[in-house]
């Protein structure tokens, strides 16, 4: 029988109602008792790191999550990781750099609705994701919600209510569980061994563009930052293109070694800042980074990685490009 370690982090799976709202209270243990059918597919420890509306959660708690599934690595055959929905696409883009090429499943899933309600869709998220992890042929860090699989690093929560949360963006599905049995399409590429890291540079921030944004907030933003991700329109640019404010900004930041990283809002297709004035000049000229089709999450994560294992500008962008995970399709020219 297969050996599953439940790492629990609270969320609205292991919310109560509360005078002020739901509020996480429930441990990983409690749950088994809610899905007894999981007793028959393998042997289960649950091991509490938080318990917090994932609102709360910070690249701290990453870490937490990391050291929890490397001191536990070789005593089980998969992790399932029990996370509140908000930041779970974070967490899931986050888990994929600090363990990277894992032959074993991590995954992680939550619900929309507390487990202890008789309307919820926590216990088939549950089963579901320990029929993953014990299935053992999709390996590495993936969701596992409302009955798809999607890879670690294209995740994101699409849907603020419904049971189908999540989407995988730019990306297929790695899978579909049906009748309590994994279909797989794709198999993430693993190593023999996983690699673990466990520290990451939290001095990222976002500026999301909005029309008549000043040059002050993206001032403001690569003062407090050593890496700043401009979330654009359409495939990317700047307001007034190599003309205007933005512009100088950038070009003094990155002269002074810090990383700016272009994104588009558009969910799909991704950015490509060759095409207009407006972004052009940012990558040929200035050595802007371009996110082509990752996920914010992923660029969020991935920058507070590398920026960690170094802090020149040229092996930062070295390792931004080098696919991560299944994080990039796209590759610069």
């Excluded at 059918?37 to 509490?48: G, I, N, T």
């Amino acid at each position: 029988m297969k050996r599953i370690l439940m790492i629990g982090t609270g969320g609205t799976i292991a919310s109560e109602m509360t005078d002020a709202g739901l509020s996480p209270g429930l441990r990983g243990a409690d749950f088994l008792q809610y899905v007894p059918a999981v007793e028959k597919l393998c042997h289960v420890d649950c091991l509490q790191v938080c318990n917090i509306d994932s609102t709360n959660m910070t690249p701290e708690h990453w870490l937490m999550i990391v050291r929890a599934v490397k001191e536990h690595y070789q005593e089980y055959d998969g992790f399932v990781i029990s996370h509140g929905t908000d930041t779970m696409a974070y967490t899931a883009a986050a888990l994929s750099y600090l363990i990277q090429n894992s032959p074993k499943p991590i995954v992680l899933t939550g619900s929309q609705k507390p487990i202890h309600m008789d309307v919820t869709d926590s216990k088939t998220n549950l089963m579901d994701s320990f029929t993953v992890a014990c299935d053992g042929r999709i390996p590495g860090v993936s969701v596992v919600f409302g009955g798809v699989v999607i890879l670690g690093t294209r995740a994101r929560k699409t849907y603020s209510k419904s049971y189908g949360a999540f989407s995988s963006i730019n990306y297929p599905i790695l899978g579909v569980v049906q009748d309590g049995r994994l279909v797989p399409y794709i198999q993430p590429a693993a190593g023999k061994e996983p690699t673990f890291y466990e520290a990451l540079n939290t001095r990222v921030s976002l500026v999301k563009l909005i029309p008549g944004i000043t040059p002050t907030y993206l001032s403001f933003a690569l003062l407090e930052s050593d890496a700043v991700i401009v979330e654009s329109y359409g495939v990317g640019g700047i307001p007034a293109g190599d003309q205007g404010s933005f512009y100088g900004l950038i070009r003094s930041a990155c002269s002074q070694g810090k990383v700016v990283a272009m994104t588009t809002q558009v969910q799909n297709e991704g950015s490509d800042l060759s095409v207009y004035n407006v972004g052009h000049r940012l990558k040929s000229d200035l050595g802007v980074l371009e996110s082509y089709d990752m996920t914010i999450e992923s660029v969020v994560a991935k920058l507070m990685w590398a920026l960690a294992q170094t802090k020149d500008s040229g092996e930062v962008a070295k390792l931004f490009y080098t696919p991560v995970a299944g994080d990039m399709l796209c590759m610069p020219e």
